[in-house]
């Protein structure tokens, strides 16, 4: 995970009675459960760089941060980008990293969990919005 998502992004849920639950995912860092993965402001911007202002604006601080993240680590085996935000996955298609994206049911079923998600969760809209970012990148929409 990105020290955005750990520190700012991730921080509760709520259970089915609606009740926040608090999460503390530096619990799990230092526990050596979970990964913390850092860029810097150099790195963010350089990847920015590569978007359009709509795009840019789309994004958020924790997704951009994985984005430049897996840039700069593509070749670390077993890091993928997991989200259910479209112009999220979008970006990682723009930036030419489509094999380091994984759909969360995909994810959570490499680990036996077989829980119905909601659709933005999916496999399939996983490789709905794969196929209509890779258009956008042929024609070139969302980049400089």
């Known amino acids: 995970m990105t020290e955005t998502m750990v520190k700012q992004e991730v921080l ?28 810097t402001a150099a790195q963010i911007i350089q990847v920015l760089n590569l978007f359009d202002s709509q795009m840019c604006s789309a994004l958020h601080s924790g997704e951009i941060e ?32 489509r094999s380091k994206g994984i759909s969360l049911e995909h994810l959570l079923s490499k680990a036996g969990c077989t829980k119905k998600l909601p659709r933005h969760f999916s496999e399939i809209r ?14 070139g929409i969302g980049l400089q």
């Open 12 to 39: 509760f849920y709520k259970n089915s009675d609606d009740v926040r639950i608090d999460i503390d995912l530096m619990e799990n860092i230092e526990g050596e459960r979970l990964v913390m993965h850092s860029a």
């Open 66 to 97: 994985a984005l430049a993240v897996i840039h700069l680590k593509r070749e670390v085996d077993g890091l993928f980008f997991c989200t259910g935000d479209a112009k999220a996955i979008e970006a990682l298609v723009l930036m030419g990293l």
């Open 126 to 139: 996983f490789h709905e919005l794969i196929e209509k970012a890779s258009a956008n990148k042929i024609q």
